[in-house]
Nanobody
Framework: QVQLVESGGGLVQAGGSLRLSCAAS????????MAWFRQAPGTEREFVAY????????FYADSVKDRFTVSTDNAQNTVYLQMNSLKPEDTAVYYC???????????????WGQGTQVTVSS
């Protein structure tokens, strides 16, 4: 099993920045990709970005490209999401996910964090 713990959410004004963290523990050797998803009320869970380990291949959703940056620490057990130029439409619960595939479909990830709320005020 793998445990994922997110932190770093909060309230920010439009144009501001936040950094989310997701720490993985347990059988982390089984993880190939770590990803971020988000879900606003009444909507489906939406892919944001993923990063693979090792190698660090990265892929972003078009809606966040050039504003968000995903990265990992040296041990590759913590993944970060640096969010800049935030917009009100970025408001959502952000989830960290980990799994054996680097994909955009949430159903194909094996492990999930509890989620952290990001609210962007206009």
């Amino acid at each position: 099993q793998v445990q994922l713990v997110e932190s770093g959410g909060g309230l920010v004004q439009a144009g501001g920045s936040l950094r989310l963290s997701c720490a993985a523990s347990g059988r982390t050797f089984s993880i190939y990709a770590m990803a971020w998803f988000r879900q606003a009320p009444g909507t489906e869970r939406e892919f944001v970005a993923y990063i693979t380990r090792p190698g660090g291949s990265i892929f972003y959703a078009d809606s966040v490209k050039d504003r968000f940056t995903v990265s990992t620490d040296n041990a590759q057990n913590t993944v970060y999401l640096q969010m800049n130029s935030l917009k009100p439409e970025d408001t959502a619960v952000y989830y960290c996910a980990a799994g054996r595939l680097a994909v955009v479909r949430p159903a194909l990830y094996d492990y999930w964090g509890q989620g952290t709320q990001v609210t962007v005020s206009s």
